[in-house]
């Protein structure tokens, strides 16, 4: 089985095109989503329709739920401009979507355990993850996990650690 992760799109459907454009090369069976799909750039609106259109598995990003609450404190200026940009082109059926993301998915494929989340499993919207944490740090982040494989965002970094418990 092949999988695409994908996430922190933050409202760049141009990129996103893009990248659609390549998964779909890669013959994909599954796209798996880490949130964040607002924020930032123009087209709210059209990267929902395209998560809702290609049925894309998604949790919930930071800045998908300070769209949805309204809470804006813990982004700096430029985000919260974006935020604020996109609660006013975002219609009623995009932000219901957004509404019912779960912070977390997990799930199995080929006999693998997967574990889905935004920021961390200690804290699904917040905490950031960087790859120079230890693997001391990184056992306690996911040390309640049951899963075989955790898939993180958030940091916009790309990382891959191999920890064993």
Not at 142 to 157: Q, R, S
């Amino acid at each position: 089985m092949k999988i695409a992760v994908i996430g922190d799109i933050h409202s760049n459907i141009i990129a996103f095109e893009k990248v659609m454009d390549r998964i779909s090369q890669l013959n994909v069976d599954e796209i798996w989503c880490v949130g964040d799909l607002v924020g930032y750039y123009a087209n709210p609106d059209e990267v929902v329709d395209m998560i809702v259109d290609t049925d894309i598995k998604c949790v919930m990003g930071n800045h998908d739920y300070g769209v949805i609450e309204k809470k804006l404190d813990w982004f700096k200026d430029d985000a919260k401009k974006s935020l604020l940009y996109s609660i006013k082109k975002l219609g009623l059926d995009h932000i219901n979507f957004l509404k019912k993301l779960p912070y977390t998915l997990s799930f199995n494929r080929d006999g693998i355990s997967f574990y889905l989340v935004h920021a961390s499993p200690r804290d699904n919207l917040f905490e950031y993850v960087h790859p120079y944490f230890s693997d001391k740090q990184l056992k306690k982040i996911g040390n309640d996990v049951d899963a075989d494989v955790i898939i993180m965002g958030h940091t916009h970094v790309q990382m891959d650690a191999e920890i064993g418990f």
